[in-house]
């Protein structure tokens, strides 16, 4: 077992049946430490791939990159989910269906901090359905970079999302997949 999948078998409850509680680490306290463990290993892990900028979505990936970044040395831009008068008005934009939510919404990030022949890491915490990656996808297509790699601290490996980004090439490291989940039960790939 990994450092991130003991983790989850120490603190993470499963609520409702699909849904993983780590708010104790990852989405309202958070472990730094454990930050730094991931960082360490996403930086093992996309050893050799050339990576100019990290690239996540507010509100819970910007923790997670943030550390991160520090062992690649490169900055971190974080996707928008508001229109705000911050946002530059030239942005690339793509929209996301989020099943969690039942509901459409569009991420930004501005033409400024994207640029053609990048390359990019995305993190997220979780991968569910993986819309979030596909829509990260478009616009860094969008901008003329190239998506170098994906790292996810938890991919919830019976929602479809991890094995359709595989299927399309997509340079995918999860640093725990979980298969099967319950109240009293967590399997993992
Ligand atoms: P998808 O992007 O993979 O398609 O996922 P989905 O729409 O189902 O997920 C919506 C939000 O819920 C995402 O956060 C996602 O990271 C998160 N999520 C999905 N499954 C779980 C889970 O089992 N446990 C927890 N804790 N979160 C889950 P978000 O609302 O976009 O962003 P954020 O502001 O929380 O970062
Ligand atoms: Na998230
Ligand atoms: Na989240």
Do not use: W
Not at 88 to 93: A, L, M, P, Q, S
């Amino acid at each position: 077992m990994n450092f991130v999948e003991e983790k989850i078998l120490k603190e993470a409850r499963v609520e409702d049946g699909a849904v993983l509680k780590v708010d104790s680490f990852l989405n309202h306290q958070i472990d730094v430490d454990f930050l730094n463990q991931i960082g360490k290993r996403f930086k093992e892990l996309f050893e050799g791939e050339k990576i100019d900028k990290i690239v996540t979505i507010e509100a819970s990936g910007i923790a997670i990159a943030c550390i991160c970044a520090q062992y690649f040395n490169v900055p971190v831009v974080f996707a928008k989910k508001t229109e705000s008068k911050n946002l530059d008005k030239e942005t690339y934009k793509s929209q996301v269906y989020s099943y969690t939510k039942a509901k459409h919404y569009n991420i930004m990030i501005s033409k400024r901090y994207l640029s053609e022949g990048e390359s990019i890491l995305f993190v997220d915490d979780f991968l569910a359905n993986g819309m979030a990656a596909v829509a990260i996808k478009d616009i860094i297509d969008q901008a003329g970079a190239k998506l170098a790699g994906v790292g996810i601290v938890i991919e919830k490996g019976f929602q479809e999302g991890g094995d359709e980004l595989r299927a399309k090439g997509i340079n995918l490291k999860s640093l725990a997949i979980i298969d099967k989940m319950d109240k009293d039960c967590i399997s993992f790939r």
